[in-house]
């Protein structure tokens, strides 16, 4: 056993220690702090002190990292219950902490299974460092789609602006992920290795980097035609007092004067549930006709709105107004804020937090709109943490539409985590991205992730860009998730089978 590893096997408890401080620190990695190496170190040390722990110990200690990690960077989920959702102090916070506890076992059963997986097939230190990036990119994965997923604070999401960002539209967020979990595998590896094993660690983190930088330069999608001129409404109306109904009509003036005032852009967006009412209850009187007098100018209207369907059911949606009305239903829904899974277990949560249009239908069919004659990829809210959702709107998608609420989370990291998801979305399909919010942060991103325009928060404003169409596909928009699955399942297998063999 390696000296350093001994030491910590010796000192259980500082072992402990340190998987909850690499843990808590991970977030400060992601926007709004953009401390990016943290993204490398944080994972190392808990690769470090999960080396030489028994399978019961790599679980506590993968548990104490999440608790870390999810306690800090999620924490805003209490705001959103407690200030938005009108549950009652003690109640929001025993909500949270049963969030972060329940995230916190993703990483903890990794860390069992790990260990479990280096025994059965008695891997030495080398082989258990080749395979730990493999198995931490599958457990972001899993963490990404099941339960609905909650790929929030990834690995490859704190690379946007690092030398492995060209990752990240070559094989999507999770080969980003994997890309630095490597880095850390050859981090810990240079500690622990071998004098002559350690230079191979350190040689394959230079090899990293370099592919890294190497694939950054690849352009793998291109300009089309001449840019847009767009423009961002954001009417910063406090959550509170939205659905409040005296502020209903002052509302509609807001909108209607911010609108009227940038009439002759090429396309006006509003954000998500930008009126706080239903599509049928505002069409005939009032958007139809703002569309129709922005058309004469020709801009078209684009806004976030519920709407109701034939058959009764409610969709949270978005509503391209260019000539033609063109709609697409929010596909992913927010667990517990937009419908309640197992709601014949779980629905006496509705007498504890009021969430207005909190049982809403899920649409079904590609993320396409047609806005000014090009066709558009749409999402609401967080349906831009799921890239593999985002690229299901390529190639016909010129650039990206994504309308959100970030009011929910208030004075907080979320709505400058979900900024950054956004960036990522953009990196990964090579498109530009409008993104229009309540409260902010509006932004205009470039097709390499990088922001072009930006609003300040929680002040009413009009951000006023220019979008370039972009037409080819990416490899990760082509391929999506598979290759870095595909290749961790590999590795693990085929590894297995080489020492069962032995």
């Known amino acids: 056993m390696p000296p350093l590893v001994e030491v910590l096997a010796r000192r259980p408890r500082l072992a402990d220690a340190l998987a909850l401080i690499a843990g808590a620190v991970l977030p400060l990695a992601f926007a ?3 401390w990016r190496i943290l993204s490398i170190v944080a994972p190392a040390i808990l690769f470090l002190v999960w080396l030489g722990a028994t399978p019961k110990r790599a679980f506590w200690r993968g548990y104490l990292f999440g608790l870390g990690q999810f306690g800090v960077g999620v924490s805003w989920v209490y705001n959103s219950i407690h200030l938005f959702g009108n549950a009652v102090a003690p109640l929001a916070g025993i909500f949270t902490a049963l969030f972060i506890a329940f995230l916190a076992l993703y990483p903890a059963v990794t860390g069992w299974l790990l ?42 999401h704190a690379q946007l602006d690092t030398w492995f960002a060209g990752y990240i539209p070559t094989l999507g967020t999770y080969g980003g992920s994997l890309a630095t979990a490597m880095a850390a595998a050859a981090l810990v590896g240079v500690l622990v290795l071998t004098t002559g094993r350690r230079w191979s660690a350190l040689a394959s983190l230079v090899v990293l980097l370099l592919a890294g930088v190497a694939l950054s330069g690849v352009h793998w999608t291109t300009p089309a035609g001449r840019a847009l001129e767009v423009s961002i409404i954001q009417p910063s109306i406090p959550q509170a007092e939205k659905w409040r109904e005296k502020q209903f009509q002052p509302t509609l003036d807001l909108y209607e004067k911010l609108t ?24 005939e009187g009032y958007l139809l ?56 277990i779980l629905g006496w949560l509705d007498n504890f937090v009021t969430i207005p249009m909190s049982d809403l239908g899920s649409g079904t069919g590609r993320p396409l709109l047609d806005v000014d004659g090009y066709a558009v990829g749409a999402s609401i809210c967080y349906e831009d943490a799921f890239g593999e959702e985002v690229i299901e709107a390529l190639p016909e998608a010129a650039y990206l539409i994504n309308v959100s609420n970030d009011a929910w989370f ?50 009413p404003h009009v951000l006023n860009a220019e979008v370039q169409p972009y037409v080819g596909v990416t490899p990760y928009a082509r391929w999506g998730n598979w290759p870095v699955v595909v290749v961790a399942v590999l590795v693990l297998g085929l590894l297995a089978g080489l020492r069962w063999k032995r």
Do not use: C
Not at 260 to 283: K, L, M, N, Q
Not at 421 to 437: D, K
């Open 32 to 34: 709004p702090i953009e």
């Open 115 to 156: 260990i479990r997986y280096v025994r059965r097939f008695s891997l030495d230190l080398p082989h258990t460092l080749l395979v730990l990036p493999f198995v931490w990119a599958l457990y972001e994965w899993v963490r990404g789609w099941l339960f609905t997923g909650f790929p929030w604070l990834l690995l490859g």
């Open 260 to 283: 009227r005032a940038h009439f002759g852009r090429d396309v006006i967006v509003w954000p998500e549930s930008a009126i706080p009412s239903t599509y049928g209850r505002v069409a």
């Open 289 to 344: 006709p703002l569309a129709a007098d922005a058309r004469e100018h020709g801009t078209a209207l684009v806004t976030g709105i519920f709407v109701i369907e034939p058959d009764g059911t409610i969709y949270n949606s978005l509503v391209a107004l260019d000539g033609d009305v063109d709609v697409y239903h929010k596909r992913h829904l927010v667990p517990f804020g937009e419908y309640t899974p197992l709601r014949g």
């Open 410 to 459: 208030g004075d907080s990291l979320a709505p400058w985590q979900h900024l950054e998801l956004a960036q990522v979305r953009a990196l990964e399909t090579g498109r530009w991205m409008v993104r229009a919010t309540n409260t902010g942060v509006s932004a205009v991103i470039d097709a390499r992730g990088r922001i072009a325009a930006i609003s300040p928060q929680f002040e």
